[in-house]
Nanobody
């Protein structure tokens, strides 16, 4: 599956953004989907994932971000509310056919396909 992320931009602290990730391929509904982010000088980190079993979030975004998907549109979304300056990063969507370990959804190496990233900048 090929992924295309969009929706990033510049927003003030406390504001909201909605990221979208459009997928190609006929088997999108069978993939687990995740969002990761990478800030300058930092490693890529898990943000959120949506699996057959539910949605999962990093502690840093829990209660502020919501991940959702629309299989008919082959898309996954990340609604980001109450944004903070520390949310500034390049955001990547990713797809996984399966996981090699329990709770593998938070590990970037478990994902097979990645989008190109979209920049989110939160000004304080």
């Amino acid at each position: 599956v090929q992924l295309q992320a969009s929706g990033g931009g510049l927003v003030q602290a406390g504001g909201s953004l909605r990221l979208s990730c459009a997928a190609s391929g006929r088997t999108f509904s069978t993939y687990a989907m995740g969002w990761f982010r990478q800030a300058p000088g930092k490693e890529r980190e898990f943000v959120a994932a949506i699996l057959w079993s539910g949605q999962y979030y990093a502690d840093s975004v829990k209660g502020r971000f919501i991940i959702s998907r629309d299989n008919a549109k082959k898309s996954v979304y990340l609604q980001m509310n109450s944004l903070k300056s520390e949310d500034t990063a390049v955001y990547y969507c990713a797809a996984a056919r399966s996981f090699t370990k329990r709770d593998g959804w938070y590990e970037s190496y478990e994902y097979d396909s990645w989008g190109q990233g979209t920049q989110v900048t939160v000004s304080s």
